[in-house]
């Protein structure tokens, strides 16, 4: 899992500078580059607040469905993590099932 510089108030030579090396518009916050059973990796837009998906994130997100990852967009840790046992297909468990499921129990 990697996040992706593209967002946020920047200096104008870091902004020339993430330019050059091919910071591109619209790019999903979050990339997980393990695929699943039916996706190849999935990107996560980090949104606060009232805001919305920009054109050029709407656009990216249409294009990589297409090629078969998935795109999800969060508004709280509570969002990623749902995000994150979806993807990976894992149920949730409480710690008294986890104890239990480990043989750990006195």
Do not use: W
Not at 25 to 40: C, E, M, Q, R, W
Not at 42 to 50: D, H
Not at 53 to 61: A, D, G, Y
Not at 69 to 78: A, F, L
């Amino acid at each position: 899992m990697f996040a992706i510089p593209n967002g946020g108030a920047r200096h104008v030579v870091v902004a020339v500078k993430l330019k050059k090396e091919g910071v591109t518009k619209g790019v999903y916050d979050i990339f997980i580059s393990i695929p699943n059973l039916t996706a190849h990796g999935l990107y996560i837009e980090c949104k606060a607040g009232k805001n919305l998906l920009t054109k050029e994130q709407e656009i990216f997100r249409d294009r990589m469905l297409e090629i078969g990852y998935i795109c999800e967009e969060c508004r709280s840790i509570e969002d990623f993590i749902v995000i994150l046992e979806n993807y990976f297909g894992l149920e949730k468990l409480s710690n008294k099932e986890i104890v239990s499921r480990l043989g750990c129990e006195k």
